[in-house]
RNA sequence: GUGGGCGUAGCUCAGCUGGUAGAGCUCCUGGUUGUGGUCCAGGCGGUCGCGGGUUCAAGUCCCGUCGCUCACCCCA
């Protein structure tokens, strides 16, 4: 026998025990979305990498060392997409959706791939549903989006659930602030750990994230984004705040919260659950003002934010989610009974009702086992003369005409 | 990329100080010249991740390698 083959790296089969919990996920956040007005979006598998590279930002992790980048066989740089809202955009510009009412909002459940080192929660290609809105920088827009997450992971019964929120301003601000952080950074070069030293001109906001202690100490007496933020972005912020509290969504305000991608401006948001262990992200996002145009398109605001399908499995208490029920099992006992017990099932499906017909060639008491096993209502024992039906929660059974078996169970059911 | 733990039947695992593989569950058959859920019996199923080494002998020791997993990092 050959090698047995299996999946690649940091990837998993879904099996039908888990795709039905899946489909259920699947369903909550299509309704609480699209009754939102959010619809379906599905991008390529694949972009140009300049989508990313452009988009995501060349300093950012993501760029630099995850992505699966590979050329196309015409000499196109091509990228399996990392993560959804530079495609979206790119999709927003191309096909001129500015010229639709604004702000466009949209949804997706997709997959995505990073070439990271798979561990709890972090996959290499995994999913993500994910929601944005393009074409408004009211605050209501970030408000919005937020309590929709909030409600889906509510729904979804996410445990132990923390949100926290903060403001990066506008990339103008931002970018002077970085500055001022870097020299903050620099000043204090000596008391840093070795790989925040080594990031200040890279990403210096990460700094504030580092649990080394000196690195907390300079970090500490580091200037706050938050406090340097110009009137209109304060503002912008305090209308955001505002909005959660009306809606009853409780938060916390971290002015060193900070998001791994280069887009994002103004709000940034990040969800985590206390049931998840090193990767606690269950879901965040943000407003991302100047990515549309970053693409190509006309200056456009926007906002959305993406939540791992994994993370929510591993975080959720509930998801209770059942196969579907069978109403009717078809036995026989040779195969001389075969056509007629085929011809039952079929009668059986057309009248809408849940039927599987043996098809294992099982004994009788296999049959009827196989029947019991995966939930069956009733069985019909096709003979040679006779049909037998019987009820298998009551052990009844009946001689019945092969014609009225249908509707022997149709008349049954309508009984209780 | 850097560390720790682990790799024995489809699944969960047992195999002490080395002597050439077991259990439970699942699945199938029989116990009723065709009728389930309990029970009993039997059967299918493993090159003990892979490669090398030590040894008369390795699942068991050593080295390497691959894979899984957890953490760092990063993120959803």
């Known amino acids: 026998m050959s090698e047995k083959l299996q999946v690649p790296r940091g990837t998993y089969d879904v099996l039908p025990q888990d795709a039905d919990t899946r489909v259920a996920l699947e369903a909550t956040a299509r309704r609480i979305l699209e009754g939102a007005g959010y619809r379906r979006i599905e991008t390529p598998t694949f972009e140009r990498t300049e989508v990313f590279a452009r988009g995501v930002g060349a300093s950012t992790d993501i760029v630099q060392k995850e992505m699966y980048t590979f050329d196309d066989g015409g000499g196109r740089s091509v990228t399996l997409r990392p993560e959804g809202t530079a495609p979206i955009c790119r999709a927003y510009a191309e096909h001129g959706m500015h010229k639709l009412p604004q702000p466009v909002k949209l949804w997706y ?16 290609q995994f999913w993500q549903i994910g ?18 997450l909030a409600t889906l992971l509510s729904e979804l019964e996410v445990g132990r659930v923390r949100l926290r929120v903060g403001s990066l301003g506008t990339l103008d601000a931002r970018h002077a602030y970085r500055e001022r952080l870097q020299a ?8 840093l750990s070795e790989d925040v030293r080594s990031r200040i001109e890279l990403n210096p906001l990460r700094a504030f994230d580092s649990d080394h202690a000196g690195t907390r100490a300079v970090m500490a007496e580091a200037p706050l984004l938050l406090d340097q933020l110009d009137r209109a972005d304060a503002e912008h912020f305090a209308a955001v705040r505002e909005l959660l509290l009306r809606a009853g969504v409780e938060h916390e305000v971290d002015p060193t919260l900070v998001r791994g991608l280069d887009y994002y401006t103004r709000t940034v948001f990040e969800f985590e659950s ?3 262990s090193a990767q606690n992200a269950v879901g965040g996002g943000g ?5 549309v145009e970053m693409l190509g398109g006309p200056a456009t605001p926007g906002c959305g934010w993406a939540a791992g399908i994994e993370r929510i499995l591993l975080a959720s208490d509930g998801l209770p989610v059942a196969p579907a029920p069978v109403d009717l099992y078809v036995a026989f006992g040779g195969a001389q009974q075969r056509r007629a017990a085929f011809a039952l099932a079929d009668e059986a499906r057309r009248a809408r009702m849940n039927a599987q017909i043996e098809l294992a060639g099982r004994s009788l008491k296999g049959q009827l086992k196989h029947a019991d096993r995966i939930g069956a209502r009733y069985v019909a024992i096709v003979d040679d003369e006779t049909t037998v039906l019987k009820d298998m929660q009551t052990g009844e059974q009946f001689e019945v005409d092969a014609a009225g078996v249908v509707a022997r169970i149709l008349r049954e059911r309508g009984m209780r």
């Open 131 to 148: 929601a944005e809105a393009l074409g408004s920088d009211d605050p209501a827009v970030d408000a919005e989006l937020i309590v929709l």
């Open 287 to 291: 407003r991302y003002d100047g990515l």
């Open 184 to 191: 903050h950074l620099r000043d204090n070069a000596d008391r």
């Open 109 to 124: 459940l997709s997959s995505f791939f990073r070439s990271e080192k798979p561990q709890q929660g972090r996959y290499r």
């Open 274 to 276: 206390g049931k998840l």
